[in-house]
């Protein structure tokens, strides 16, 4: 049975920083592209950002370029998505799942992150 698993967000000031992870299980991890999204109230969900499966390839959305990182541990099953100078914009669940090109897997809980003052 696959599971997702997202947490490491939280409440944080514009500017600050958070460190998501999304440990994966029940799949052969190693094989498979790996993506964030996120889905804002009112809003659909969107692909933030992708890294492919040995890590070579990374993409992100216009709207994170620069302000977000993502990379992956395949000894671990897990990827991360690094995000600094938080803005209120970014106020989203965010969620991971396995992209071929679309996503593979039942959607996780995701993990809150709230960016305000």
């Known amino acids: 049975q696959v599971r997702l698993v997202e947490s490491g967000g939280g409440l944080v000031q514009p500017g600050g920083s958070l460190r998501l992870s999304c440990a994966a299980s029940g799949f052969t991890f190693s094989s498979y592209t790996m993506s964030w999204y996120r889905q804002a109230p009112g809003k659909e969900r969107e692909l933030v950002a992708g890294?492919?499966?040995?890590?070579?390839?990374?993409n992100y959305a216009d709207s994170v370029k620069g302000r977000f990182l993502v990379s992956r541990d395949n000894a671990k099953n897990t990827v991360y998505l690094q995000m600094n100078t938080l803005k209120p914009e970014d106020t989203a669940v965010y969620y991971c799942n396995a992209r071929r090109p679309t996503p593979l897997f039942t959607w996780g809980q995701g993990t809150q992150v709230t960016v305000s003052s």
């Open positions: 890294i492919t499966s040995a890590g070579g390839v990374t």
